[in-house]
């Protein structure tokens, strides 16, 4: 069982910053890949980035270059940094943990590729 808690949303302006952290429980925590999705209102969740236990990471193109996610497992902690934040950011962020012995090929793109999920952290990005 993985228990998941996000943190660090908020309202920034354009080209502001922010920095979001997952914090996780559980023992297997340190071999699940970890995941951030986000949902816009009116529109379904959408694949952010992923990494997995051995430090791949994957990026959709709408936040390459811009966000990078990264992980202490030391820590149980995820984080991912936004930069160069834009008004089409602006959703709840959702945490989730998958483990990768229950899926194949680019299962980290996909909600059904996940098997724990956080609350969530809304992030606003407006003037």
């Known amino acids: 069982q993985v228990q998941l808690v996000e943190s660090g949303g908020g309202l920034v302006q354009p080209g502001g910053s922010l920095r979001l952290s997952c914090a996780a429980s559980g023992r297997a925590f340190s071999t699940y890949t970890m995941g951030w999705f986000r949902q816009a209102p009116g529109k379904e969740h959408e694949f952010v980035t992923a990494?997995?236990?051995?430090?791949?990471?994957y990026y959709a193109d709408s936040v390459k270059g811009r966000f990078t996610i990264s992980r202490d497992s030391a820590k149980n902690m995820v984080y991912l940094q936004m930069n160069s934040l834009r008004p089409e950011d602006t959703a709840l962020y959702y945490c989730?943990?998958?483990?990768?012995?229950?899926?194949?090929?680019?299962?980290?793109?996909?909600?059904?590729?996940?098997?724990?999920w956080g609350q969530g952290t809304q992030v606003t990005v407006s003037s």
């Open positions: 990494i997995t236990w051995s430090g791949l990471s």
């Open positions: 989730a943990a998958g483990d990768p012995g229950r899926h194949s090929g680019r299962y980290y793109q996909f909600k059904s590729g996940y098997e724990y």
